[in-house]
């Protein structure tokens, strides 16, 4: 195991019903809040009309409108209306996009250059808007920690960014908000939190026994409880216990100790700068042609644990054919149970940009994916070409 450093100062309130202490939770972030939210879901649910309610005493500005793939543009909107209002608090609401967003203006705000400069290297950031969010849909795990990732359509970048005074302060976890949500939108953050583990547990890190077991025990959560929100949505159990999987994946819980590359993410990352396509759903397509293309010696024990552990595929096989069952499995879980298509020519990808894409990919890397197994330029056209 690794050395690490742990901490994860958010606060979270987590249950049905919990968004309604809301005028409780603000009461000790001032009295200018900039609320940030999505396409209007929230108004359609009602939502909305309740926060405006609770929040009456507040004076509240809006930023609307952020979209699946947050902007540029959006967070220099946010920050031109931070500094204009003297915000005092964002409260972001929405899934894991609002929040992306959110915490670029929160950075930017008091930064000392442009957004796009914090966000490509924000380590001199000082000071942030602090941030309460409330979670309505489950699958990046962005509501309980310090990153995001925000798109450049200018120049096609996708970049993530993270620091410490980042983290939102507060998050309102309530699965009955995740009700209402698509069963699209359900699918792809079911496999977002799939990929999540993936980019976590496929490492080489030898020891870390506790960190193996977390990501099995939120794998087979993910395994267990998706199939049941695609055909219930309204089902409590299932629901809460994805967005619990979803927030304590990415909230370095499961990944201190290990060494991550998070290797898909960066190939998924240029996928959304060119095509705008859905995070998750270009995951889903990616992850199991990377998982072939990197099986051999080197990596095959990794394939057998998890096809063994999470998967229950008989461990008297030989290793080989345990780690193609389990590749092949996953791959019949995203397209068979989420409803996900296998190919990015169905999600109109073709291959005329792939040697572009891999260039961007293997930049945001400077220049090598250093992941489960280390990537080149012709390695990411290799396995976009075999999702094409």
């Not at 005329?352 to 894409?357: C, I, L, Q």
Request: a negative charge; proline letters at 3%; charged letters at 20%.
């Amino acid at each position: 195991m690794n050395n690490f450093i742990f901490h994860v100062p958010t606060k979270v309130y987590f249950g049905k019903d919990e968004h309604k202490n809301l005028s409780e939770i603000m009461k000790s972030f001032g009295t200018n809040v900039l609320l940030v939210y999505g396409s209007g879901s929230i108004k359609k649910s009602g939502l909305y009309e309740s926060v405006m309610a609770q929040l009456n005493e507040k004076n509240m500005y809006e930023l609307a409108n952020v979209a699946a793939n947050p902007r540029l543009e959006s967070v220099v909107e946010g920050v031109t209306l931070c500094r204009n209002n003297n915000i005092d608090v964002i409260l972001a609401i929405g899934g894991g996009s609002v929040c992306d967003c959110s915490k670029a203006i929160a950075g930017a705000t008091y930064f000392d250059g442009d957004a796009w400069d914090m966000i490509m290297d924000p380590i001199s950031l000082n000071k942030a808007v602090p941030i309460v969010s409330i979670t309505t849909l489950s699958g990046t795990g962005s509501e309980m920690n310090c990153t995001g990732v925000i798109t450049n359509q200018e120049i096609n970048d996708k970049r993530g960014f993270r620091h410490p005074l980042l983290f939102p302060v507060v998050s309102i976890l309530d699965p009955t908000l995740t009700y209402t949500l698509p069963k699209n939108q359900t699918a792809a953050g079911c496999a977002d939190i799939l990929s999540h583990l993936f980019e976590i547990y496929f490492n080489r890190v030898e020891g870390a026994y506790v960190q193996e077991e977390l990501c099995h025990s939120f794998m087979k959560t993910v395994f267990k409880y998706s199939p049941v929100v695609m055909d219930k949505p309204d089902d409590y159990e299932a629901r809460s216990n994805l967005m619990w999987a979803a927030t304590l994946t990415l909230n370095s819980l499961a990944g201190s100790g290990f060494a991550q590359g998070w290797s898909c993410h960066a190939m998924q990352h240029v996928l959304g700068a060119f095509y705008n396509n859905t995070h998750g759903v270009g995951l889903a397509i990616l992850t199991p042609a990377w998982m072939r293309y990197i099986l051999d010696e080197t990596t095959v024990s990794r394939f057998v644990k998890y096809g063994v552990h999470v998967l229950g595929i008989d461990s008297n096989k030989e290793d080989f054919e345990i780690a193609n069952e389990a590749i092949q499995m996953t791959q019949d879980f995203f397209v068979n149970v989420l409803e996900i298509p296998s190919t990015l020519h169905e999600v109109g990808i073709d291959d005329t940009r792939f040697e572009e894409m891999a260039k961007k990919a293997i930049q945001s890397k400077n220049g090598v994916i250093k992941g489960f197994k280390t990537l080149y330029e012709q390695d990411v056209v290799n396995i976009y070409n075999i999702c094409k």
